[in-house]
């Protein structure tokens, strides 16, 4: 180990930069450092396709780790309505975006139900570290549909008991219930992403829709 301090403290002193750097531009807080590599934002966003001008709901946005790094990729010209149940974190959240600077995030107060996004609005719906904690995730899956463009995506990022399994049962989702509850609101799971080194990236669409390219999903391979 001590004939490797060198590189050592290289690797120390890069990882303090790169942390340091992103609480310097407000968009990474303290405590965050640990969840935003177990879920390499970047990647994360390239594998669900969030592209600049995107507008995106976000359920259960909490003190707003994903939700600014939402925001500051979809730009100006896109936005981000930040959704939860808990008025402390919104509150955090507002304030997190005024110190920020960003003008493209409207926090909205929900129901446990209702994100109550706006209707015919939405290109892409995010819940990360949420859809466990939902008390009815199929009411609140039916309520997204009405706010959804066509073509939307549902981007549901849970940890996987497969690989998390020191987790309690409860605070994971497998494939089989997110099928099982993605089907009975309407929705079908047409990907499962699994390079996330704790986490499912389960992407929903509602049931007969058309992708972007115009294939139905029914087609879609699912992995
Ligand atoms: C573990 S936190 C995740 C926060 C954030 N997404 C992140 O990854 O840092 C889970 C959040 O889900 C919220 N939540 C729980 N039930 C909800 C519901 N029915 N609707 C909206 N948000 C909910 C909680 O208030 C909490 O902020």
């Given at each position: 180990m001590l004939r490797n301090k060198p590189a050592f403290?290289?690797?120390?002193a890069l990882v303090f930069l790169q942390s340091f750097a992103a609480c310097q531009i407000g968009l990474e807080e303290p405590g965050e450092w640990s969840t935003n590599r177990r879920q390499p934002p970047d990647k994360v966003m390239a594998a669900v396709g969030v592209e600049p001008g995107m507008v995106i709901g976000e359920v259960g946005a909490g003190r707003g780790r994903?939700?600014?790094l939402l925001a500051a990729k979809v730009g100006p010209?896109?936005?981000?309505y930040a959704e939860d149940i808990d008025r402390g974190s919104l509150d955090h959240l507002r304030e997190r975006c005024a110190k920020s600077g960003l003008k493209n995030v409207?926090?909205?107060a929900g129901e446990v139900?209702?994100?109550l996004f706006p209707k015919a609005s939405l290109d892409m719906v995010f819940m990360v570290l949420t859809y466990h904690h939902l008390s009815e995730p199929v009411a609140l899956l039916k309520?997204?549909?009405?706010?959804?463009k066509p073509g939307a995506t549902v981007i549901v990022i849970d940890p996987d008991p497969e690989k998390d399994r020191g987790n309690p049962s409860s605070e994971y989702t497998s494939k089989e219930k997110m099928e099982r509850e993605a089907g009975e609101a309407g929705f079908e799971l047409v990907?499962?992403?699994t390079f996330l080194e704790k986490?499912?990236?389960f992407i929903l669409r509602p049931k007969g829709t058309l992708d972007l390219e115009g294939t139905d999903t029914e087609a879609l391979d699912h992995r």
């Open positions: 403290l290289l690797l120390f994903f939700t600014v010209t896109g936005k981000i409207e926090v909205i139900s209702d994100p309520n997204l549909i009405p706010s959804l990907r499962i992403e986490d499912s990236i």
